[in-house]
């Protein structure tokens, strides 16, 4: 009667762990996010959350940025799901802060020529990294989708790391804004847990 209990899979020994752990060559375990201060203090492991919480329009996606350039710059491929900016958008602060040009011009296209040269070499000098960082810029994503996306981008795309930008745009289960949040919140530690994507 036992044996025709379903489970999700049997659990491990922990002297099997442990070996694992020894003979495990795989490097580096832990990515560092590019923040200093902040990775002294926070394991970005596989499967790890990590929540970044402050007012409106003190620079939350800023620091999402730096992190994407510096997970990419680092070898690592990386994706960034906005919810509030299109993929223009977050290109153009990218690029921004790679030819000083201004964002703002960059993404309605008020280029000069020496601007689109100083773009175009910029994407060659940069091209290496710039390649593995993936943009989805979707208007809606609900807590019950997170699960196959993540799947998705770890499988298809190889993503060590997935910034959602931001959680509170997100749709979730819940009669209550609070009981909303904790739906979603959950389901994406789940989901990172599941896929092994280390989120931000």
């Known amino acids: 009667r036992l044996n025709s209990i379903t489970a999700n899979g049997d659990p491990s020994k922990a002297s099997e762990l442990v070996?694992?752990?020894v003979e495990d060559r795989e490097r580096p375990l832990?990515?560092?996010?590019?923040?200093?201060?902040?990775d002294e203090c926070v394991s970005m492991a596989p499967g790890n959350v990590c929540i970044v919480g402050?007012?409106?329009?003190?620079?939350?996606?800023?620091?999402?940025l730096t992190t994407v350039r510096s997970v990419a710059t680092a070898a690592h491929n990386v994706a960034f799901i906005s919810l509030e900016m299109s993929g223009t958008?977050?290109?153009?602060?990218?690029?921004?802060?790679?030819?000083?040009?201004?964002?703002?011009?960059?993404?309605?296209?008020?280029l000069d020529e020496i601007d689109r040269e100083k773009m175009a070499r910029a994407s060659v000098e940069h091209g290496r990294w710039l390649d593995r960082i993936y943009i989805d810029d979707r208007a809606i994503l609900k807590s019950s989708e997170v699960f196959g996306l993540f799947a998705r981008l770890k499988k298809r795309h190889g993503c060590?790391?997935?910034?959602?930008?931001?959680?509170?745009?997100?749709e979730g289960d819940g009669d209550t804004p609070v009981a909303e949040m904790t739906?979603?919140?959950?389901?994406l530690k789940q989901a990172a847990k599941a896929s092994g994507i280390r989120l931000v």
């Open 30 to 38: 832990q990515i560092a996010l590019g923040l200093p201060g902040i």
């Open 54 to 64: 402050a007012r409106p329009a003190v620079g939350k996606t800023a620091v999402a």
């Open 19 to 21: 070996a694992k752990m």
């Open 160 to 170: 060590e790391v997935v910034i959602v930008d931001y959680m509170q745009m997100m």
């Open 183 to 187: 739906n979603i919140s959950k389901r």
């Open 89 to 110: 958008q977050l290109m153009a602060r990218l690029m921004a802060t790679l030819t000083g040009i201004d964002s703002n011009r960059i993404t309605i296209n008020d």
